[in-house]
């Protein structure tokens, strides 16, 4: 059972980084990801958006728009 070893080892492991990185969780990881990375706050300190990520979700609701607008008619 030599998977069932190495899977209660990285078991292991991800619970002691869990443990010793409480504030690293998923929510913040994708916040890291989305923010500017070169300003990710403003003067505010308000979070910012990457503009390369916005821009893509406008183009994808758009592309979506049309899709719906062009299936319906």
């Known amino acids: 059972m030599n998977?069932?070893?190495?899977?209660g080892?990285?078991?292991d492991r991800l619970m002691d980084f869990?443990?010793?990185n409480p504030r690293e969780g998923l929510v913040d990881?994708?916040?890291t990801w989305m923010a500017d990375p070169l300003k990710p706050r403003?003067?505010?300190g308000r979070f910012r958006v990457n503009p390369?990520?916005?821009l893509l979700a406008i183009v994808l609701a758009l592309v979506f728009g049309a899709f719906l607008f062009f299936s319906v008619v």
Not at 3 to 7: C, E, H, V
Request: hydrophobic share 40%; net charge negative; aromatic share 0%.
């Open 42 to 44: 403003d003067e505010h």
């Open 29 to 31: 990881a994708l916040l």
């Open 18 to 20: 869990h443990r010793q």
């Open 52 to 54: 390369i990520l916005l």
């Open 9 to 11: 080892e990285m078991h």
């Open 3 to 7: 998977g069932d070893t190495q899977l």
